[in-house]
């Protein structure tokens, strides 16, 4: 069985680099699904962003702030064989 995880990192120059397991599924549409969803939020949260290094695959997506401060937001999703 092929199970998915949503990985979550949020780096900033204001505070230390966090990670977090944000979903564990055996749904790989439904991992998506919800890493795009925090892609959106996080990219409309966050102004202005960098068009360069904002992007959003099949499975991984990056927001970074092109403002005064660093924050770089980044998702993955790892499949792994159970």
Not at 34 to 40: A, E
Request: aromatic share 12%; proline share 1%.
């Amino acid at each position: 069985m092929k199970v998915y995880i949503l990985h979550e990192c949020i780096d900033s120059s204001d505070f230390y680099a966090e990670d977090n397991v944000i979903m564990v599924t055996k749904d790989r549409v439904k991992a998506i699904d919800k890493m795009v969803f925090l892609f959106n939020e996080s990219k409309d949260d966050l102004q202005p962003v960098s068009d360069d290094e904002t992007w959003c695959e099949a499975a991984e997506a990056s927001v970074v702030c092109s403002g005064e401060s660093y924050y770089r937001h980044h998702w993955k999703i790892n499949e792994f064989e159970v």
